[in-house]
Each structure stands twice: as C-alpha cells, then as structure tokens.
C-alpha cells in the first residue's frame, strides 16, 4: 500500500490500477471478482476512493487491524509530505511547490501508461463481448469527458478550448449504471445468462463487518479527543467539519476542493488565501488521495497560527486519521450489504458490466489528468502543445519498456519524474 501511496498521482480512479496491480497482480491477495466489486462499493459511498479500496480489502483478507493499516498506508505517504511541505512554505521554503509540481507531469505520464493498459486489459479480457464492453466504456467517456476531450484537442493544435459540456460526475455515472443494470436483471428474470465468478471474500460477513466498523469508529473517537486536547474547541470543531465534509464528499478530490471551501474556509477556519495559494496547489501536486490531503493541510494550516507546530501536526494527523476512518467505516458497512446479495441477478450483472463504465471513467481521468499537465506547463512558460505531444510520446515509450523490457515501474517513475522536472525547470 504504502507503494501506491509513493506512486499514485492524480488520486481517486487515477489509482484503481494501481490498486489492482498491487492487490490483485502483485500480492495476490483478491481475485478480480472481489476487486471488482470493491470497486462498486467504493465509487458509490464517500470519502477517498483509494483508502476504500485499501481498507475493504483488509476487511476481505485479514480483518480490522489490516482493514485500518491498508487504508492507512495508502494515504501515509502523500499525507505527511503534504504537511511537511506546508510547514516548509510557512518557514519560507514555497518553491518547493513548484518543483514537485513540475516533476509530477513526468509521473503523470507514468501512471497513464498503467490507466491505458489497464483500459485495454478489461476490455480484451471480454473475449467475443468485447465489441459491447466497447461501446459502454465509450459511452461512459462520453457522458463524463467530453468537455475534456475537447480541452486536450485545442490544447494539441494550440488553441484554448473550454467548452461548457453537460456531464456526469462519478457518482452520477456509477449511479446510473447500477440503475440500468438493474432494470435490465429486472427485465431478464428466467432467462439464464453468462454470469461472473464469485469470488471470495475470505469468510466476510456480519460479525467481521461489525468488528472493522467498530475498530475505525475507535480510532476516528481517539483522533478527535487527541486533537481537542491539543487545540481545543477550535479543533474539536474543526473534526466534526472534517468528518461531515468526508460524509457529504461524493465524485473524488477534485469534487471535495468545492465541500472544502464551504466548510472551512466559508466556517472561518482558514483564510481563503492560504486554502487556495497553499493547501489545494501542494495537495493536487503530490501523491495520495487528495482528500485526505487537504483535510490534513486545512487542520496544519488553521492550527500553526495559533496552536504552534506541534499542535498542527497533531490536529493535522487527526484530521487525515479522520477522514480516512470515516469514509472507510461506511464503505465496510455497504460491502457487508453487498456480500449477503452477491448472488443475486442484479450483483452478478453488476460484476459482469460495471468495469466498462469504470473504464470510461479512467479515459476521462487520463485526459484530465494531462490537460492539468498543461496547466502546469503553461505556468512554467512551455508550450502546452508540445508538453502534452511529448507525453503522450513518454507514454507509449513507458509502456514498451515495463511489458517488452521489463523495467522496474521505479526506475521508470525516477526517470519521468527527473525528466519532466529538467525540461521544466531549463524551460
């Protein structure tokens, strides 16, 4: 987990492969059944995607201990960097911002590779249902990306185009999808169908359910007496906000930057300054979901003044153990729900079609995230055109080297991130 964390830029679905690769892949710990179905769950309640996965895996696997530790680790190293950085900027150190910035459009290339093949796995792995697995993932883009799409055209001819295109958020997409799948087993009742495997869930059920919720309730109640007793009522109440913004936080980081606004900045808690000139720009440059990031820059930020560092830190370490718990513990909730119905018509079809909606949703994810990138080149004086021309050729030359030549994915990720950090900075 703690990998993902080092390597997962562009945070929510950017990091599902990632997720798959270590769990299902590596580690060898879930089969694609039972990732696929933790997938479901985890775009369909709030908080931070990557932490779900993490933390209903360990559910699945070993328990509550593991289901807080992997939920944990996913977020541990983009969290701490996150306030580390923004105790530099506060001694004076905010070029620091920039140079992660610019190295993170070189691992962006790097984790597109994985999302377009990954796209490809799914979909070829169809076999003669492919054409099908096809046209749903396609239409899933559409309804999600296509103001992107057409962002990333202007930006390769040279032109600035931000046309305003109705779409879908995640959670409209994934909303829709299950509403439509169930209306088709609906409609399908006696009439059998190539149905996916099972699975297993090693054992999950009520009381394994009931023992991880309870955990990471326990641990969420620990973080906000710690942080009370440290920064008193300005923290407790800081906590609440962080648990009922992760509660209300639906559509991944970019969605929460807006439920971040209004509950801490709009709630007085910090100046609208600092949340945009500090907490949001370090947080969408580093690794990790950005939720988790942000609710422990905005504890960081809204504590140092008054409180000292110290203090900060801790409020800051509560209020990403806060948001981690919180969203985790609802997510454990919905799949203890989901594994009593898996045999169901409805959840078998749900494991059969909802990973074509899912890779729309990474296409729109992998244009977005290189539409960001020419953001960042513009701020550094390059051409977008040519940053995102160069990227897309980084990206076919990555994927070569890890599936022909077997190159270490950090070697890869070194050099990506080096690379980019050197054009940029020499630009």
């Excluded at 807006?258 to 907490?279: R, T």
Aim: glycine share 12%.
């Amino acid at each position: 987990m703690v990998r993902v964390g080092l390597i997962g830029f562009g945070g929510g679905s950017a990091l599902i492969p990632l997720m798959e690769d270590e769990l299902v892949a590596r580690r060898r710990i879930l089969d694609r059944a039972t990732f696929s179905r933790h997938i479901v769950v985890a775009s369909i309640t709030p908080g931070a995607l990557p932490v779900k996965l993490g933390g209903l895996a360990g559910t699945t696997v070993g328990g509550a201990w593991l289901c807080l530790t992997m939920a944990t680790l996913v977020s541990l190293p983009g969290t701490a960097a996150t306030v580390g950085i923004l105790s530099a900027v506060r001694s004076g150190g905010q070029g620091v911002i920039r140079y992660v910035e610019l190295a993170s459009v070189g691992v962006t290339v790097f984790i597109i590779a994985l999302l377009v093949h990954y796209v490809g796995k799914v979909l070829t792995s169809e076999g003669s249902g492919w054409l099908v697995a096809a046209g749903i993932a396609t239409l899933s883009f559409l309804a999600t990306g296509a103001a992107d799409a057409a962002e990333f055209i202007g930006h390769l001819i040279g032109r600035q185009w931000q046309p305003s295109v109705p779409r879908l958020t995640a959670v409209q997409l994934v909303a829709s999808a299950l509403v439509i799948i169930a209306l088709r087993a609906a409609l399908r009742r006696g009439h059998p169908a190539r149905l996916p495997a099972i699975g297993h869930d090693g054992g999950l059920g009520a009381a394994a359910v009931l023992r991880s919720t309870a955990l990471l309730l326990s641990v969420a109640a620990g973080a906000t007496a710690a942080a009370a007793l440290v920064g008193g009522k300005e923290a407790l109440a800081l906590m609440a906000l962080v648990a009922l913004s992760t509660l209300t936080s639906f559509g991944g980081g970019e969605a929460y930057v807006g439920v971040a606004d209004g509950f801490f900045v709009g709630g007085g808690h910090l100046s609208a300054d600092v949340f945009y000139s500090q907490v949001v720009p370090v947080a969408n440059a580093l690794p990790g979901p950005i939720l988790v990031k942000i609710a422990a820059g905005v504890g960081y930020g809204a504590t140092a003044p008054t409180q000292g560092a110290t203090a900060a830190w801790v409020v800051a370490a509560a209020g990403a153990l806060l948001a981690v718990t919180v969203g985790t513990a609802v997510a454990v909730l919905v799949l203890g729900a989901y594994h009593r119905a898996q045999r169901s018509a409805v959840v078998r079809d749900i494991g059969l079609y909802i990973l074509p909606v899912i890779c729309g949703l990474l296409i729109t994810t992998s244009l977005s995230m290189l539409n960001a990138g020419a953001d960042v080149s513009i701020r550094a004086g390059v051409q977008p055109w040519l940053t995102l021309w160069l990227s897309l050729a980084a990206t076919v030359l990555v994927t070569w080297l890890r599936h022909r030549r077997s190159v270490h994915d950090a070697v890869l990720i070194l050099l990506c991130g080096a690379a980019s950090l050197a054009a940029m900075t020499a630009a």
